[in-house]
C-alpha cells in the first residue's frame, strides 16, 4: 500500500544546478500537484495536473517545470535552481470521482540551495 | 479568488482539555469542501476531517470535529480530550475552484502544543 512516494527524501543543491523531484502515486488516481511549504506560509500551489498530457500552473510556478506523460508519474523540475526555493516540496494525487475524498500526501522532500 | 485564514499561530492546552482551532474562509463558489490535516513534527500530512458545504451535519471523526457555521463561512475544528500526540501544526484547506476541484489552497496553519 505505497499510496504517493516521492524521491529523494533530502537533497542539497548548489545555486545554478538543476534536479528533478520524482512523484509517484499507484492509486490510479487523475489529480497530481505539487506544493512548496515555507515556514510561516502554509502550503502553496506550484503546478498540477488533472491528467495524462495536461498540467497548468498554480501560486508559485516561476522557476519550476513538470511534465505528465503517464497516470502514476508527475515529476518537478527545478532548471536552475536558486536559494528561495530551499523549501520542502510535497506531492499529492486525487480522485476526479470522489470530490470529498482528501489528497493523499507524500511524505515530502526537503530541499536545501546554497 | 479563494482564501482560508487561521488567525492563531499557536495554541497551548492542557492534556485532556478540549481546543478549537479557527478556520475562516471565503469563496464565491456555492459548492465547496473544507478539510483539515495535521502535520506532526515528522512531516508527514495526514487527513483529519472533511467537511462539504451542502452536509446538513456537523462533521465528526472520533475526537475530531467540525464546528462549521456556514453563514459566518468558519469551520473551526475542534479536538476533545487533548493528547500529547496532539502536538502538531494543524492545517485548514479548500477545494480549489480554479483548479477544477483537483488542488487545495491552504491556511498558514496553527501549531497546537499539549502539556502534560
Known amino acids: 500500500n505505497a499510496g504517493v512516494t516521492q524521491t529523494p527524501k533530502f537533497q542539497v543543491l548548489k545555486t545554478g544546478q538543476s534536479m528533478t523531484l520524482q512523484c509517484a502515486q499507484d492509486m490510479n488516481h487523475e489529480y497530481m500537484s505539487w506544493y512548496r511549504q515555507d515556514p510561516g506560509m502554509g502550503l502553496r500551489l506550484i503546478h498540477y495536473s488533472v491528467g495524462a498530457g495536461i498540467t497548468d500552473q498554480g501560486e508559485v510556478p516561476n522557476g519550476y517545470n513538470v511534465s505528465r506523460s503517464t497516470t502514476e508519474d508527475f515529476p518537478l523540475r527545478l532548471l536552475s535552481a536558486a536559494p528561495s526555493q530551499t523549501s520542502v516540496y510535497f506531492c499529492?494525487?486525487?480522485?476526479?470521482?470522489?470530490?470529498?475524498?482528501?489528497?493523499?500526501f507524500g511524505d515530502g522532500t526537503r530541499l536545501s540551495i546554497l | 479568488a479563494q482564501k482560508i485564514t487561521q488567525t492563531q499561530p499557536g495554541m497551548f492546552v492542557q492534556e485532556k482539555e478540549a481546543v478549537t482551532l479557527d478556520c475562516t474562509y471565503d469563496?464565491?463558489?456555492?459548492?465547496?469542501?473544507l478539510f483539515w490535516y495535521k502535520q506532526p513534527s515528522s512531516g508527514e500530512m495526514i487527513f483529519l476531517i472533511y467537511q462539504g458545504s451542502y452536509d446538513q451535519q456537523n462533521a465528526t471523526e472520533g475526537r475530531y470535529s467540525l464546528n462549521f457555521q456556514k453563514a459566518r463561512k468558519s469551520a473551526n475544528l475542534v479536538i476533545s480530550a487533548s493528547q500529547l500526540g496532539d502536538s502538531a501544526m494543524y492545517f485548514c484547506?479548500?477545494?480549489?475552484?480554479?483548479?477544477?476541484?483537483?488542488?487545495?489552497?491552504f491556511g498558514k496553519g496553527t501549531m497546537l502544543l499539549v502539556s502534560p
Open positions: 484547506a479548500m477545494r480549489d475552484l480554479n483548479s477544477g476541484y483537483s488542488t487545495l489552497t
Open positions: 469563496t464565491s463558489d456555492p459548492s465547496y469542501g
Open positions: 499529492a494525487s486525487s480522485s476526479r470521482e470522489s470530490p470529498n475524498q482528501p489528497q493523499h
